[in-house]
C-alpha cells in the first residue's frame, strides 16, 4: 500500500508512519524539511509548505491513500484536495475531539454527535477555533471525497515524543512521589489514547479501505484522575498522596484536568474505533513508555503544569 503522509515526522504523525512502515506500506513524507529530519532515513520526502500553499512538490505521483496529519484550517485541506485531486484513493483526516461542542451531551456519546458549526473567516488557532476549524476541515474532506474520505478524531494523545504536556506532566510528577496536588476532582474522568493505538487504528482503516468518523480515545479502561496519578506512580516505583486544591489556584490550561461541566468530553465512547481493530493499550503500558523516553531526554521543562516550588507552596495551603 502506497501511502502518502502530510505532516509525520512529529509526534502523532511519526507513530502512524512507523505503523505504516511496520505494516510494509510505502510512505512518502511531505512536509518543510524541518522537523524529524533524522527519522526515516530511504523514506522519500517530497518538500513544501502549507502555510504559504506550496505543494509543487505533489505535482506528480499517485497514492492509495493520504494521510492529513498537518491540516488545521480549511485552506490547508482545500489546497491539498487541489493538487491531489483523484491521484489520492483515500483521504484520511486527523481531526480532534474538540470539533464537538464542550458541554451538552451525555457520557459515551459516539461519533453521530453532531459537531460544532464550521469557522472559515479566520486562521488564527486558538481554544475558540480550533474545534471549529477541524469541523471545516472535516466538512471539506467528505464534501470532495464522500466514501473515499475517513475521519479520525483523537482525544488527548498520549506516548513517547509528546510534544505537549498532558500525560507527560502527571507521569513525572507521580514520579516524583509525595502529596501532589490535583487542581480538581480525583474523581474526574480522564481519557488519554496511546499514539501507537491511534496509529494502528489508521493504518488499519487504510488496509480496509474504510469511511467514516471514529474516536481515537483511550485507554484500555475508564480511569479517573486519581487511578491515572496512582497508576503513574505505581509504574515508577514511587508512593502518592493526591491531594485535591482549587482549580483557580493554578494557571488555564492544566494538563488532563477539566472542570465538572465538561467531563463528558472524558467519556467518549471508542466502540467504532475499537470495532474497526483499534487496540486498547492500558494505561500503566504507556505511562511507563512515556517515564522511560521522558527520563532518557533529559525531562526538560514543560509547558504547562506546576513547577515543583508553585506546587509545595500550593500544598502547604491545603
Ligand atoms: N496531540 C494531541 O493530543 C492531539 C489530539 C487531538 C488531535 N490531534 C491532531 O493530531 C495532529 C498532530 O500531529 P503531530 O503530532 O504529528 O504534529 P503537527 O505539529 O500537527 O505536525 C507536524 C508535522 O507537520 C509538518 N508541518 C508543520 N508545518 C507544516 C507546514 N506549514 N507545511 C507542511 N508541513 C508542515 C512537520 O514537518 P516540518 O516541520 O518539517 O514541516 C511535521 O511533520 C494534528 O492534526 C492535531 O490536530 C492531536
Not at 510512505?27 to 502555510?51: A, Q, S
Request: one cysteine or more; aromatic letters at 6%; proline letters at 9%.
Amino acid at each position: 500500500m502506497r501511502i502518502l503522509v502530510l505532516g509525520g515526522t512529529s509526534f502523532v504523525g511519526r507513530a502512524i508512519v512507523d505503523d505504516a512502515l511496520r505494516t510494509g506500506a510505502e510512505v512518502t513524507l511531505f512536509g518543510r524539511g524541518r522537523t524529524g529530519t533524522d527519522l526515516f532515513p530511504g523514506v522519500p520526502r517530497r518538500i513544501g509548505d502549507r502555510d504559504t500553499g506550496d505543494y509543487a512538490a505533489l505535482r506528480d505521483g499517485s497514492w492509495d491513500a493520504v494521510v492529513d496529519v498537518s491540516g488545521y484550517v480549511p485552506r490547508h485541506v482545500g489546497q491539498a484536495m487541489e493538487v491531489l485531486g483523484d491521484r489520492v484513493g483515500r483521504y484520511l483526516f486527523l481531526s480532534s475531539q474538540a470539533v464537538y461542542e464542550r458541554t451538552g451531551v451525555g457520557p459515551g456519546s459516539d461519533e453521530d454527535t453532531p459537531p460544532r458549526p464550521p469557522v472559515r473567516d479566520t486562521e488564527e488557532l486558538n481554544e475558540d477555533t480550533y474545534g471549529p476549524l477541524k469541523a471545516a476541515c472535516e466538512d471539506d474532506v467528505l464534501a470532495r471525497y464522500g466514501s473515499r474520505a475517513t475521519i479520525v478524531r483523537p482525544g488527548k494523545v498520549a506516548g513517547p515524543y509528546d510534544v505537549q504536556s498532558g500525560l507527560t506532566y502527571w507521569v513525572r510528577r507521580a514520579a516524583r512521589g509525595g502529596r501532589v496536588a490535583l487542581p480538581g476532582s480525583p474523581e474526574q474522568p480522564v481519557q488519554v489514547v496511546d499514539s501507537r493505538d491511534l496509529a494502528r487504528l489508521v493504518v488499519r482503516l487504510l488496509a480496509d479501505d474504510r469511511p467514516g468518523a471514529f474516536h481515537a480515545v483511550g485507554p484500555a479502561e475508564p480511569t479517573t484522575m486519581a487511578e491515572l496519578i496512582t497508576t503513574c506512580a505505581r509504574v515508577a516505583g514511587s508512593r502518592v498522596e493526591v491531594v485535591p486544591v482549587p482549580p483557580e489556584a493554578v494557571p488555564p490550561f492544566f494538563p488532563l484536568t477539566r472542570p465538572r461541566s465538561r467531563w463528558s468530553t472524558q467519556q467518549r465512547s471508542p466502540a467504532r474505533a475499537r470495532a474497526a481493530g483499534m487496540p486498547a493499550t492500558p494505561l500503566a503500558v504507556t505511562a511507563a513508555d512515556v517515564l522511560a523516553w521522558d527520563r532518557e531526554r533529559g525531562e526538560p521543562p514543560l509547558e504547562y503544569g506546576l513547577s515543583p516550588a508553585e506546587e509545595a507552596q500550593l500544598l502547604a495551603g491545603a
